[in-house]
């Protein structure tokens, strides 16, 4: 079911809205910049997701997946959320949203939902990785 959970960074310099279906679902990747950085996302469409402050305070980071914008926060470093471009898999823009820059989420809904685990490594998107106890 989706609710509404508001996010931000570190510092609060950023801050937004996500409407999200964690129960359904969240996903790690173990591509270098998302295996560095420990990401655990739930997806969002465009629509169900808000930037309520901090448009200044946000950088993009565009590494080798060109249709990745993985934004910081350019005081405290924390990335609260990424917007995937076309073309991609799904077909349809969408939001990575880290699930540690959620406010209030249940811990327990959190570890009982499924996580799908990509091989951005290998650009294999559609296979998950043979290894993700690190992930």
Avoid: Q
């Avoid at 996500?18 to 629509?47: Q, Y």
């Avoid at 402050?53 to 565009?62: E, F, I, T, V």
């Avoid at 823009?93 to 406010?103: E, G, K, M, R």
Wanted: charged share 20%; aromatic share 10%; proline share 5%.
């Amino acid at each position: 079911m989706l609710k509404t959970y508001p996010g931000r960074c570190h510092c609060g310099a950023v801050r937004f809205e996500a409407d999200v279906d964690i129960a359904a679902g969240t996903c790690k990747c173990n591509c270098t910049f998302c295996a560095m950085g420990r990401l655990w996302v739930v997806n969002a469409e465009p629509s169900r997701f808000r930037l309520v402050s901090g448009r200044d305070a946000l950088a993009d980071y565009r590494g080798g997946n060109l249709v990745a914008h993985h934004f910081f926060c350019r005081t405290c470093g924390i990335r609260p959320f990424e917007r995937i471009d076309m073309p991609n898999l799904s077909g349809s823009v969408y939001y990575n949203v880290n699930v540690a820059c959620l406010d209030g989420v249940d811990i327990d809904e959190l570890v009982a939902a499924p996580i799908t685990y990509c091989d951005g490594l290998h650009d294999n998107w559609d296979h998950p990785p043979v290894e993700t106890r690190h992930l």
